[in-house]
């Protein structure tokens, strides 16, 4: 017995934890160095995407030799960790690279865009409703034809397309295996500082490239293998939701809960989630698979104690239920798409369960990093997603408060406890991602969380299955689904109407209040919880109650022109003031060039105040937003060549002062502006504000003329034409008149002006054909150097002492918008 017990001991002291969890110091030294490779592993990953340049493959195969190194004797001598550490990151690099590397070698060749091509495949998401009675959708291409493409299996032609099929207002698709005629471009989008990259998450969903569909029909040649089998389900799921419960006056959101269908919320929905900050209840990831994992788990666990309790082990009913909790999960990931977010919350609820299931007592980081090593092993482009870092982050958040703590709290300290920390946790992340943190997000959380993971999620899975399973009762399970929806939507509406204060601080500001919220939560110091608390008390009243608009002051005046696609937006900084030319294009419920680009590059710059706001026209590529920018900004006039239009699109009630287009100012004491309109009864391009800045001591003159034709032209050539030869600047830039269009830039503008560099702000490949050959030719024949933001994206001029440098927005842009033999290396000016 002795030697028994002895070889028991060493068996737990030096193989592994005993019965009770505890681990030996050597087996818990061998874990420690997994977790650190997985976490450096994570850190390669993660750290590929902040590359200008995709390594060469090569490059990326040799940055594993480390691993070969190994094998070495002397290299053995080193601290084990040091190669755990330095082979999980070369492996993680590696890994990701290798893969950006496989998804960018498919493209679409520069001489199909904008041609008829014919492809077959099949529908691999749910089909929504979009713009201008059309519906999208992807489709994952089996076969192109045509003589001249290269065979799908070389890994030359995009595998995955999204694509828009416009003049169908029915929303419906002749099939799910298709054969399309289809209109097609590579990836592009605006492209900013700051702000909604399109690019970005075109490169993230696998798209390598977009289009309209010409004709579309039915392909039974398709071969439909196991992915397509399973879109072709879920789309059959899909409309199964639809028949059952299409009558429910909440089924945007039952089918949004249930099966991830988005498609049917609207405008109103995603501006009350938005308001709110509740958008992540519609987003299946953890919280709905968490509660599946609890709800499944303690179901299968009672069941199986009551059924045989004297027939299995606890070990056995253990392993049981964790099948079951992995099985139910799974299913409603099936069930709701599958997609990105979903499988992270897959994976992250698998080794929860499983450590859970083994009862080891190790330290609930190591769970955390070993779930983000495998979800980057099976998403490698993960950190493009936003929600990655979200989900991480709210998980880590909670773990550092909760898991600590040497007692317990009751439930309803627990969820305000979480919620605030959530919430100050998550802050800067959301900053940094170009997120606002609504405070309404606050109240609103504390009451949705519960509700819909006590309420409206068992009320929806059971539901559904009741219905599954008795289609009769769907008269009776409808009414209670509206009645729980209903609760949590009235609710939602309410508190997205309050007018909540903004809170509004810097970098530093909003990372400081987010540290010392957490460490509230944590330190258990009564002194210092009351202490911090009243801190955060005063500076949350005085950042909710801020002074005077004041803007950061710029050492030199410079003027960026944004990307903003076909249309136009200009900003000029002296000093402390700013001056907007034009706010870019919109169409009212889809597309707000404010919104996605001016908002977060003027709140990335500290911009409070605009000074002068000035709309050319009021055409609406050059006068979209304005509300927003008035509601989020403080604007001291608006300066425009159609007044009394501008007025009557303002909402009602606004007081801005409104001018017509004339009279000189300087900005900032540094840019002499000067504001003319040709003299008559002009409407419309021909109404456009010219604005002229010019800085005496570099020479540089900047002329914004809007969208003037020829006629125009003349008149300011004639007008200003008595100051142009004595007062030539020692360099001239012009934004091409409407954009580029060859009823404008006329011979005689272009050689009494003579430019020394031209920009056209026109969109990629549009169907206006911006700029025209014609145009494009006078510029260069007058020496002028040419700049299109739909090559360079946004550009930036910023004066020095003696020179005006220029920046574009396309040589600090990741690999896989500025990289080789894409479209922004292609593009060309005609």
Known sequence: ?????????????????????????????????????????????????????????????????????????????????????????????????????????????????????????????????????????????????????????????????????????????????????????????????????????????????????RSAIADTSVFCALVCQYHRMHARLARWVDKQFASARHYPLIASLLIGNRGHLSTEHWSVFKATGTIHLVAISGLHLGLVALGAGFIARRLLLAVSSYRMSERSVRLAVFLVVLLCCLLYALAAGFTVPTRRALIMVAVGSWFVLKAWQVPVWHSLVIALGLVLLFDPFAPLDQGFWLSFGAVSVLIFVFAGRLRGTGWLASLVLAQGSVFAGLWPILELVGQGQPVAGLLANLFAIPWVSLVVMPALIVGGLLVALFPVLSGAIVPLLDAVLGCLWSFLVWVAEINWPGLDGSAAEIVGFAVLILLIATVPIRAFRIAGAALVLVWAVAASFPGAAENPRTVQPEVRVWDVGQGLSVLLRAGKEVVLYDSGPEVKGVFSSAESVLLPNLRALGVKRIDTLVISHADSDHSGGIDLLLAEFDVGRIVTGEPAVIRARLAPGSQVNILGCAGEETLGGELLLSYWKAAGDFEGNDASCVLTAWQEGSGVEWILPGDISTPVEARYLEQAGSRLPDNKPRKRVIVAPHHGSKTSSSEAWVSGLSPDLVIYTAGYRHRYGHPHKDVTGRYQRAGAEARNTACSGALIMALTADSLEIQKARDSAPFWISGPGLARDQCKIP
């Open 1 to 213: 017995m002795k030697s028994s017990g002895g070889q028991g001991l060493s068996g737990n002291s030096f193989n592994g934890p005993d019965r009770h969890g505890w681990r030996a110091p050597a087996a818990f030294s061998a874990v420690l160095r997994a977790v650190l490779g997985i976490f450096a592993f994570a850190c390669g990953v993660i750290l590929l995407y902040r590359l200008a340049v995709l390594p060469p493959p090569v490059w990326l195969l040799g940055a594993t030799l480390p691993v070969l190194l190994w094998l070495f004797p002397v290299c053995r001598r080193l601290p084990k960790s040091l190669w755990f550490i330095t082979i999980g990151f070369a492996a993680g690099m590696a890994w990701a690279g290798l893969w950006a590397h496989e998804r960018l070698d498919q493209k679409l060749p520069a001489d199909l865009e904008g041609q008829n091509v014919q492809v077959s495949g099949y529908v691999c998401n749910l089909p929504v409703a979009g713009s201008f009675a059309s519906i999208r959708f992807s489709f994952c291409v089996t076969r192109w034809y045509g003589n001249s493409l290269t065979s799908i299996a070389d890994n030359t032609l995009p595998e995955k397309l999204r694509l828009a099929w416009y003049g169908q207002p029915e929303g419906a698709l002749p099939g799910h295996r298709l054969r399309l005629e289809v209109v097609l471009k590579r990836p592009h989008g605006t492209l900013n500082p700051e702000g909604f990259r399109y690019e970005d998450w075109l490169f993230r969903k696998g798209y390598r490239a977009t289009g309209s569909v």
